[in-house]
């Protein structure tokens, strides 16, 4: 990379709008250059349900972006996620010409090709289609089959895709404001850029990110990515639940919640708890705790259940990574590592420079991998750049239209 690039990932999420922006060095250090970001309305579950009220968000968001980072700002990298985005593991498998021999750039297109070829809802489309392992006569796991002798070359993709009606509408949102979108990117495919190294991934790591209104998921084994996906249980959950249970406020919920609240069971203080703004009116700790705990062990058995049954839990020697912002909610690791059966490790953003400080919450893990994403597909791609361009990449999700 001959000189520095800026880039922009935005995050529309269930609790807040953010947008990140980074520059990517002739080195390949990321500096971020500053966040905007705006209270989310009109977004539920991460996904769109009022437009207009998301873009007056956005716009806001924008203003205190180019403010703080003094960048114009006219296209980003977008997350997207819901719990209507599913993935499968497929293999595809070409006999390679025998005049040939030598596995060429075309033939690794065509295996990709026909690993893609397998049953989805005629409704969705593509997001992702993320190389697990080659195979060429065979040899397992070969990292790079370009230019090899071989007859027969397999390879294992893991699929994500989506609606593509609920992508579009939040890409249409996107470009009304105007800003262009220049690649979508499922959320825990760009948190991990940052949560996790390339040593856990190797020895195994599960990266839950667990949002306001949205759970989602990514699980590495030797490397490559066996599962991902949405579930549509979030942190707003739990301080609904509170609200429901005591009848009070979601406000006041929320603050019980963060304040005094725990997902663990263990260790409880007995006591009673003033709820503020509730004159006189108190919670015993006990009951607090047993609410959260409920919730949040319902929404991680459900995590837990397909990956235990994909046999992939006990692969999973770097254990798991929490992020999102409800993360930081007191007792989640506890509870998520009795659910799961294996520990949760400390995250923490890969190193940055710029207002660190704020980079290093976990809140921020997928505005900032977006960023990572970026740097790490524009280095990949070819220089003329016909792959970035949304409208070909996704062709089959926003019709071929740009």
């Known amino acids: 990379m001959a000189s520095s690039n800026i880039y922009v990932g935005l995050e529309i999420g269930t609790s807040k709008v953010c947008l990140v922006v980074g520059e990517v060095r002739s080195d390949g250090a990321i500096k971020i250059l500053g966040v905007g970001q705006h209270p989310s309305a009109g977004v539920r579950k991460s996904e769109v349900v009022d437009p207009e009220t998301v873009q007056t968000c956005l716009h806001d968001a924008l203003s205190r972006a180019e403010e703080r980072s003094d960048v114009e700002i006219n296209t980003v990298f977008l997350a997207v996620t819901g719990s209507h985005i599913e993935s499968l593991n497929n293999r595809g498998t070409i006999r390679v010409a025998d005049e040939q ?21 005629k409704e969705n489309g593509y997001v992702h289609s993320i190389i697990q392992h080659y195979y060429v006569d065979g040899q397992e796991k070969v990292l790079n089959p370009l230019g090899m002798v071989g007859q027969k070359l397999e390879a294992d993709y893991h699929i994500i895709h989506g609606t593509k009606t609920r992508i579009q509408n939040v890409i249409k949102c996107v470009r009304e404001v105007p800003l262009e979108v220049e690649d979508i990117v499922f959320s825990p495919v760009a948190a991990a850029q940052v949560v996790l190294n390339r040593e856990a991934k190797n020895e195994g790591a599960l990266l839950l990110d ?3 209104g949205t759970t989602d998921y990514i699980c590495f084994v030797d490397g490559a990515v066996v599962a991902s996906g949405c579930v549509a249980i979030g942190g707003d959950h739990i301080t609904n639940d509170i609200a429901l249970v005591l009848k009070i406020p979601l406000s006041r919920a929320e603050k019980l919640k963060v304040a005094h609240g725990s997902a663990s069971l263990r260790n409880i203080a007995h006591g009673e708890i003033p709820i503020e703004g509730e004159s006189g009116k108190t919670v015993e700790q006990e009951l607090l705790n047993q609410i959260m705990n409920a919730r949040a062990t319902e929404l991680l058995a459900v995590i837990a259940e397909p990956l235990r049954k994909q ?13 999102g912002g409800s993360s930081l909610m007191k007792g989640i690791g506890e509870v998520t590592s009795e659910i799961f059966g294996v520990p949760v490790q400390e995250s923490g953003s890969a190193a940055m420079s710029g207002p660190s400080a704020l980079f290093e919450n976990p809140q921020y893990a997928t505005p900032v991998g977006l960023i990572r994403y970026a740097q790490l597909l ?16 996704f062709e089959k999700i926003l019709g071929g239209k740009r």
């Open 101 to 121: 021999m030598e596995i060429t750039p075309e033939d690794l297109e065509e295996v990709k090709k026909i690993a893609r070829d397998v049953p989805i809802p």
């Open 378 to 393: 524009d280095e990949q791609r070819p220089r003329k750049g016909a792959l970035s361009k949304l409208g070909q990449r």
């Open 311 to 323: 046999g992939v839990l006990n692969k999973l020697g770097k254990g798991i990574f929490l992020t």
């Open 210 to 212: 667990i949002g306001g």
